[in-house]
């Protein structure tokens, strides 16, 4: 059973910055890309950032220049780091990673992450 975790989240103020990561666990034998994306309420929901295995991002232009994504192979870890918050960044934060477990390779999510950013 493969469960990914997420951690990191809470109540900042506009132009702080918080550090999410998101834990896989199980039995894996490999994880492809890692992903976070985020939903706000009343929105859809949005790839935030993605890497590889190997290590190219992507990011959404919205949070370009102020938003970190990495991941730690070994750990099975994938982090963002958030700098320079802004109102609109304030969502429900999903980590997703397209996994190789010893059977299958699926698409997983995490529970989901509150970011809340406001004054």
């Known amino acids: 059973q493969v469960q990914l975790v997420e951690s990191g989240g809470g109540l900042v103020q506009p132009g702080e910055s918080l550090r999410l990561s998101c834990a896989a666990s199980?039995?894996?034998?490999?994880?492809?890309?890692m992903g976070w994306y985020r939903q706000a309420p009343g929105k859809q929901r949005e790839l935030v950032a993605s890497?590889?295995?190997?290590?190219?991002?992507k990011y959404a232009d919205s949070v370009k220049g102020r938003f970190t994504i990495s991941r730690d192979n070994a750990k099975n870890t994938v982090y963002l780091q958030m700098n320079s918050l802004k109102p609109e960044d304030a969502a429900v934060y999903y980590c997703?990673?397209?996994?190789?477990?010893?059977?299958?390779?699926?698409?997983?999510w995490g529970q989901g992450t509150q970011v809340t950013v406001s004054s």
């Open positions: 997703n990673a397209d996994i190789l477990t010893q059977l299958v390779r699926g698409d997983y």
């Open positions: 199980g039995i894996i034998s490999n994880i492809y890309a």
């Open positions: 890497i590889t295995w190997g290590g190219s991002t």
